[in-house]
């Protein structure tokens, strides 16, 4: 998928990275003209639970 830079109106390939910062998992993309971060969401201890057990669903029924 194609995005924007805003200060810089450039294009690039959005590229999704994640970090932990303490008990939050940062999810965020950099642009590679400016190096400018885009946060694009956080998620608490109970949205990585419910993340990890949608992760699990598909191996348990076989998929």
Do not use: W
Request: glycine fraction near 6%.
């Amino acid at each position: 998928m194609q995005v924007t830079c805003d200060p810089y109106h450039k294009e690039f390939e959005l590229n999704n990275q994640e970090k932990r910062v303490g008990k939050l998992i940062v999810g965020f993309f950099v642009c590679p003209n400016c190096n400018r971060k885009y946060t694009v969401y956080l998620m608490d201890a109970q949205a990585i639970a419910a993340k990890e057990d949608s992760e699990r669903v598909p191996k348990l029924a076989g998929g």
